[in-house]
């Protein structure tokens, strides 16, 4: 399930060409759930691209610095050591 949530959000729709309508303070947050596909790979030359996919075909791609995912491998294996989640 793809849960997105816009905020300040309007756009304009003429001929098949959308363009933004109104000042630059659009926000999104976007959630999947029941997430069936993970995957890890390289993104140009300094990022690390991480894909995840539910079975209804939604998927989500997160672009982090090495630095970001050093710190999300140290939150995982904090998790690992600290929460039941794991058990």
Request: aromatic fraction near 6%.
């Amino acid at each position: 399930m793809l849960a997105l949530t816009l905020e300040e959000f309007m756009l304009e729709l003429n001929d098949g060409a959308i363009k933004n309508i109104g000042p630059n303070n659009k926000e999104a947050t976007v959630k999947l759930f029941d997430v069936d596909g993970t995957e890890a790979r390289e993104f140009g030359d300094k990022r690390v691209k991480l894909v995840f996919d539910d079975e209804d075909g939604n998927e989500v791609q997160v672009s982090l610095f090495p630095e970001d995912v050093e710190k999300l491998v140290g939150d995982i294996e904090e998790l690992q050591e600290n929460s039941a989640v794991f058990e």
